[in-house]
């Protein structure tokens, strides 16, 4: 049986945003503003939803979360990670440190609680 951690325990909020995409990862960059997070960067959350015309996203702040990653895999259990500048994220014993609940390494994601 697989285990899916989609959406438990996830809460978001609607924010402004311009060129930004489902399941990026992203920073506040402004008052009530969101976008894309360069290479080391902190995030504040993941893209959920965008707007048919753009300038609106909403954005997982908390709970689960899936997203790709780039570099060496992220440990299972308490890692540093940080934005890949790719829209999702990277192993950075400098970073944050997030609860990690399982890494597909064939698939390229890490799934964590924000």
Known sequence: ????????????ATFACS???EGQMVK????????GCAAGDSFCGQVLSVG?????CAVALGGM????????????????LSANGQ????ADAAGRTYLVVDVDESGGTVTFAL
Request: net charge neutral; no cysteine.
């Open 65 to 80: 979360v899936t997203a790709g990653y780039t570099g060496t895999a992220p440990a299972v259990g308490w890692s540093g």
């Open 19 to 21: 060129q930004t995409a």
């Open 28 to 35: 506040v960059s402004g008052s009530g503003v969101v976008s």
């Open 87 to 90: 829209g999702g994220v990277q």
């Open 52 to 56: 048919r015309d753009g300038i609106a």
């Open 1 to 12: 049986m697989k285990v899916s951690y989609e959406g438990i325990g996830q809460w978001a």
